[in-house]
């Protein structure tokens, strides 16, 4: 991690951890691909891993020009953006601004070992801003060992020969990386009441059922969980059922010989000219339409 620092107390290290791995991409050749395809809306300029980092800290008064995304696997240690703190332990994700004054060191006690990159380019404050936790600087990850073979990956990249195709590969990686993040942050937890109502109403795309019903089936308020799902998905518990059965209707018009009777019955349509024109308000088409159109 580059980029000048603050004067800090010797036993402050910036980097020189035992069994570290450390990739710069000297700043040439970062000009040179946020001039081509591709690698000008997102380019990996620094990446890294830091094992059990004890001393670990760096203070930049004037931001870095990348913005930076640190995750933190075990643990801990802060984050701080002026008047703000950040306390990251295992499965926190966080993302600095570029140009954003900040400093960041291990706890004394259980100093962390985090994963990190510097990202530039057209797309980097979308992809680890907006996207990255709706907005919020941190985020707590649930599907960690999806994150940190991402994160391997694309250190790996690096650490071959930095030619153009090796840092457009870097490019793509760290895409996937970032959206995995964003993703992830969104996504209900394996057993809570919102995975839960998902599950339940996936079970039966051919069925009803009301948002106070389903709420008291997973044990709590019909407008917490409405909220809940507009958070996770967009829209509440009703629209995210439709979309499981549009899916599920897409799919046998694809593979199936069904009639649009037989289709609309069997994702909880009794009435096959309101299934119709439910799914053209969805997709501009009717099912008719729809099945005739080429793919593949």
């Given at each position: 991690m580059d980029e000048t620092v603050m004067h800090t107390p010797p036993h402050y290290?910036?980097?020189?951890?035992?069994?570290?791995?450390?990739?710069?991409?000297?700043?040439?050749?970062?000009?040179?691909?946020?001039?081509r395809p591709v690698t000008r809306r997102l380019m990996v300029t620094d990446a890294g891993?830091?094992?059990?980092?004890?001393?670990?800290?760096?203070?930049?008064?004037?931001?870095?020009?990348?913005?930076?995304?640190?995750?933190?696997?075990?643990?801990?240690?802060?984050?701080?953006?002026?008047?703000?703190?950040?306390?990251?332990?295992?499965?926190?994700?966080?993302?600095?601004?570029?140009?954003?004054?900040?400093?960041?060191?291990?706890?004394?006690?259980?100093?962390?070992?985090?994963?990190?990159?510097h990202v530039r380019g057209t797309d980097a404050a979308e992809l680890t801003g907006t996207l990255l936790g709706n907005g919020q600087p941190m985020v707590r990850l649930r599907s960690l060992d999806r994150v940190i073979a991402l994160f391997d990956e694309l250190v790996s990249l690096m650490e071959r020969r930095l030619s153009p195709a090796q840092?457009?590969?870097?490019?793509?990686?760290?895409?996937?990386?970032l959206t995995r993040i964003a993703a992830d942050s969104v996504l209900p937890a394996d057993g809570s009441p919102l995975e839960r109502a998902m599950r339940y109403l996936e079970a039966r795309v051919d069925g009803s059922i009301q948002v106070a019903e389903l709420a008291s089936i997973v044990g709590m308020s019909p407008s917490h969980l409405s909220a809940l799902f507009r958070q996770a998905t967009g829209g509440g518990p009703g629209a995210f059922h439709t979309s499981l059965k549009m899916a599920r209707a897409r799919s046998l018009l694809d593979t199936t010989n069904l009639t649009v009777a037989e289709v609309a019955a069997a994702v909880g349509y009794a009435?096959?000219?309101?299934?119709?024109?439910?799914?053209?308000?969805?997709?501009?088409?009717?099912?008719?339409?729809?099945r005739a159109h080429h793919k593949g």
């Open positions: 290290r910036m980097d020189g951890f035992e069994h570290q791995r450390l990739c710069v991409i000297p700043r040439p050749q970062v000009e040179a691909a946020l001039d891993y830091f094992p059990a980092a004890s001393g670990h800290r760096r203070v930049r008064s004037r931001g870095a020009n990348e913005t930076i995304v640190i995750l933190c696997v075990a643990g801990a240690g802060t984050v701080r953006m002026g008047a703000d703190s950040h306390a990251l332990s295992p499965g926190s994700c966080l993302a600095i601004p570029a140009h954003r004054p900040h400093e960041y060191q291990a706890s004394f006690e259980d100093p962390w070992t985090i994963w990190w990159l840092l457009l590969a870097a490019s793509g990686v760290a895409w996937n990386l009435d096959p000219l309101y299934f119709s024109r439910h799914f053209r308000r969805v997709h501009g088409v009717n099912p008719t339409t729809y």
